[in-house]
């Protein structure tokens, strides 16, 4: 059977690809890029805006200079050429809540405040927009995760699977669970990979 190129499940509309295609981070070989580089924040909820300027003072001896200035005269977060909320940037690219440094023996850059980042950030690359009050979720195919793609297919794991926590996060494990019953109808397993 072939997966539909747009797949409902509960009231969120999701392109198909999200179940099909490989993707697993691979932070040695992208070190983080997603978060410096495109030309502005990640897209950010009014609660989560308060949540990051409650985290500041735990992260303001980390932020760099330019961050700080920029929290100075915007804030955490701004209102972008497409109206959306989105979190501060330094000199038009990186999110003003990363800061260089090493993770797992590799030099990238890191989130100043992983552990309560924007749900925008945890469920990259899947992006999230409303539409006519439907909730809408698409993959976003980005060149700097190419290595992800590559990963991810290596080890067999489909968008959908690399992104369970964040996807419960979001949607709840009810919805989760649907989302993987769906999959399961629509997907012929493969067999697993000899050792």
């Not at 990363?98 to 945890?122: H, R």
């Not at 997907?187 to 000899?194: D, F, H, K, N």
């Amino acid at each position: 059977m072939e997966v539909p190129p747009i797949i409902q499940v509960g009231d969120v509309l999701l392109s198909g690809d999200i179940l099909t295609e490989p993707f697993c981070c691979d932070l040695s070989a992208c070190r983080g890029a997603c978060c410096v580089e495109g030309d502005a924040g990640a897209p950010v909820t009014l609660d989560e805006i308060a949540a990051l300027e409650n985290r500041l003072d735990d992260v303001w001896p980390r932020l760099s200079a330019g961050a700080k200035a920029e929290i100075n005269a915007r804030g955490v977060a701004y209102t972008d050429r497409e109206g959306d909320l989105v979190t501060s940037i330094v000199d038009g690219r990186d999110c003003v809540f990363t800061a260089q440094g090493t993770l797992e023996g590799c030099q990238c850059t890191l989130c100043l405040v992983e552990d309560g980042k924007p749900i925008s950030c945890a469920l990259y690359p899947i992006r999230e927009k409303t539409i006519a009050g439907t909730t809408c979720l698409n993959y976003h195919r980005w060149a700097i995760c190419r290595d992800a793609v590559a990963k991810g297919r290596q080890l067999r794991l489909p968008l959908y699977k690399f992104l369970r926590g964040p996807l419960i996060r979001r949607f709840g494990k009810e919805w989760y669970e649907e989302l993987c019953a769906v999959a399961a109808q629509l997907i012929p397993q493969a067999p697993e990979p000899t050792p």
